[in-house]
């Protein structure tokens, strides 16, 4: 079952921050998180595994929360290089699947 | 060199015919998927192969055949297409099942392969 996003879009400004959010039904295993610019492959960030763990890229962090089954994307002092959709993954924790979320598209204007 | 590399990039066809996309990954992963985005952008998986076995077949119409001559290759054969089989596919490949030993660690993906039914 493929995990819930919100929102579905956002637009900044240069140096904004936003949070985009990943939730699902299922007890989770870990949450993956990937940006897709427009025409191109969707490119990993980063894997949070179960245990609550936060971890950043850059100035783009994420947090998991796995008694709610939900995480979040955290992008922080945006650049224009954070244009992209971004997909959350979620892998259950009853079978070896990743099912990835809806996308959220983030438009950084400078 | 391209980790991932899918062919054709491109593929314009009419209702019933027969394709193929051909993947192919030098990284030495064990583990190879065909995922379909449409124009929604739904990342959906289709299939996945551990060692030129399949593990994971999704409820995906069996006109769509995947075959995994070795565990660098993983090909998607479609026959009698359909307007709504038009999509991008990815194809992608991790190492294994991840860290722990259960499911995916990071998906490399190839550049994608556009199909358009006419």
């Known amino acids: 079952q493929q995990p819930v996003q919100s929102p579905q879009a956002v637009i900044l400004r240069e140096g904004e921050d936003a949070v985009i959010n990943c939730s699902s039904s299922?007890?989770?295993?870990?949450v993956h998180w990937y940006r897709q610019k427009h025409g191109e492959a969707p490119v990993f960030l980063m894997i949070?595994?179960?245990?609550?763990e936060q971890k950043g890229h850059e100035k783009i962090s994420a947090s998991f929360n796995e008694k709610k089954q939900q995480s979040s994307l955290y992008l922080t002092a945006s650049q224009l290089s954070y244009s992209g959709t971004y997909f959350c993954?979620?892998?259950?924790?009853?079978?070896?699947?990743?099912?990835f979320g809806a996308g959220t598209t983030v438009t950084v204007r400078a | 060199d391209t980790a991932v590399s899918q062919t054709p990039k491109y593929l314009v066809t009419q209702m019933g015919n027969d394709k193929s996309i051909k993947c192919e990954q030098n990284?030495?992963?064990?583990?190879m998927y065909w995922y379909k985005q449409d124009s929604k952008k739904f990342l959906k998986i289709m299939f996945s192969?551990?060692?030129?076995?399949?593990?994971i077949n999704e409820t995906v119409p069996n006109r769509f055949s995947p075959k995994s001559p070795d565990k660098a290759h993983l090909n998607l054969h479609i026959n009698s297409l359909e307007l709504g089989d038009s999509a991008v596919y990815f194809c992608?490949?991790?190492?294994?099942?991840?860290?722990?030993?259960?499911?995916?660690?990071?998906?490399?993906f190839g550049e994608g392969s556009r199909l358009t039914v006419l």
């Open positions: 992608a490949s991790s190492q294994d099942f991840g860290t722990q030993g259960i499911g995916p660690g990071e998906l490399f």
């Open positions: 299922k007890a989770l295993y870990s």
């Open positions: 949070l595994l179960k245990g609550g």
């Open positions: 993954g979620t892998e259950s924790s009853s079978d070896y699947k990743l099912s």
């Open positions: 990284l030495g992963h064990d583990t």
């Open positions: 192969y551990n060692n030129k076995e399949l593990i």
